[in-house]
């Protein structure tokens, strides 16, 4: 049975409410932490809270809801609450990160926009901080495509930060997800924002940096997404550019360099479970958004059990030539493999 979010603050709650010297028995629990867990409100004031914040249109995701990110559910320690603007689909585990410096030059601005909308129409979330610089220009881009983006704050989604992104975060709100999990008020904080950020990347099935320093926040979100076992890839820039300097780094230690939306959607392997698509259909793989009609006539008829391609054609409706030609693209797409003779599986 779930839980929902009042019983879980419930049970928190009889949890605090133990007497002082039991919970200094709790391993890491000093005098600081003692004080400010016998502040804790009582349950009646928590659903004040939970109904008012409800009236401002904010909402609330436990794990083990249906509108949890899946990706997120699987990381270590997956946040335990999520406040939302906006609403999170099923569809939005199709997702890549797009992130970077917020200083960043017209090069890097124009690149992160031709990704997003590019990875937008192919049917891809854009995830990103709605930071100043390369994180404002994936999210306008998505949204300029006609395609779903979320924005994972630092702060609270009741205070939006920087202020001046404060309508495009409405305009997120209405066409994905603004989200946070700081409570609703709560300020932007220095040691916040590595925290987002491994929320940033454990919701997408990739990272891509577009311009970053050395020091940049972009690069924790790219270490975060290799310890997660999420793919990274790097936008090249100039040799004497220093926002450039952290992007080139991460290709030098092995992510994928990329110039196009292809060079992204070339190296992304098989998804864990089939996953739901924008237009209802559900896909294996994500290549599989970018299918022309005869392709995925074709690819319909293949399973992971090895078929002749003589039950292909006949399955398919198409000629032997068309199959034939349409098969060798998928080969080179990684989706299907020939085994011996004339029989071919799903990879």
Not at 38 to 43: G, I
Not at 223 to 248: K, L, M, N, T, W
Request: glycine share 10%; proline share 5%; hydrophobic share 40%.
């Amino acid at each position: 049975m779930r839980v929902t979010l009042l019983e879980h603050f419930s049970t928190a709650y009889q949890v605090f409410s133990a007497a002082p010297a039991e919970l200094r028995k709790i391993t890491g629990v000093g005098v600081k932490l003692l004080r400010e867990v016998q502040q804790a409100p009582p349950p009646e004031a928590i659903q004040v809270q939970l109904d008012q914040w409800q009236s401002q249109g904010i909402g609330t995701c436990l794990p083990g809801d249906a509108t949890y990110p899946q990706l997120l559910s699987q990381l270590d320690t997956p946040p335990g609450l999520l406040f939302t603007r906006g609403e999170l689909l099923a569809t939005d585990q199709l997702a890549l990160a797009i992130v970077g410096t917020r200083h960043c030059t017209q090069y890097g601005k124009l690149m992160a926009e031709r990704l997003a909308a590019g990875l937008s129409r192919a049917g891809y979330t854009i995830i990103s901080g709605l930071a100043r610089g390369i994180d404002a220009a994936a999210h306008q881009a998505a949204l300029s495509a006609g395609g779903r983006t979320i924005a994972v704050l630092g702060s609270g989604v009741a205070n939006i930060y920087p202020p001046e992104h404060a309508e495009l975060a409405v305009e997120i709100s209405r066409q994905g997800a603004v989200i946070s999990e700081s409570q609703p008020a709560a300020l932007p904080m220095k040691g916040s924002f590595p925290q987002r950020n491994r929320i940033i990347s454990g919701m997408a099935l990739g990272v891509i940096v577009v311009e970053a320093d050395t020091g940049s926040g972009a690069l924790i979100t790219a270490r975060h997404a290799q310890e997660q076992g999420r793919e990274i890839f790097a936008v090249p820039g100039r040799a004497d550019s220093r926002v450039s300097r952290g992007c080139h780094r991460l290709i030098r230690d092995g992510a994928k360099l990329v110039e196009t939306v292809d060079d992204v959607l070339e190296e992304l392997g098989p998804l864990v479970a089939r996953t739901p698509t924008i237009s209802g259909t559900e896909i294996q793989h994500p290549a599989e958004l970018q299918l022309s009609d005869p392709e995925k006539a074709v690819l319909a008829t293949i399973g992971s059990e090895a078929i002749s391609i003589d039950q292909v054609i006949s399955a398919s409706g198409l000629s032997a030539p068309q199959v034939l030609s349409t098969l060798s693209v998928l080969e080179m797409r990684r989706l299907v493999r020939r085994g011996s003779g004339q029989m071919v599986q799903r990879r």
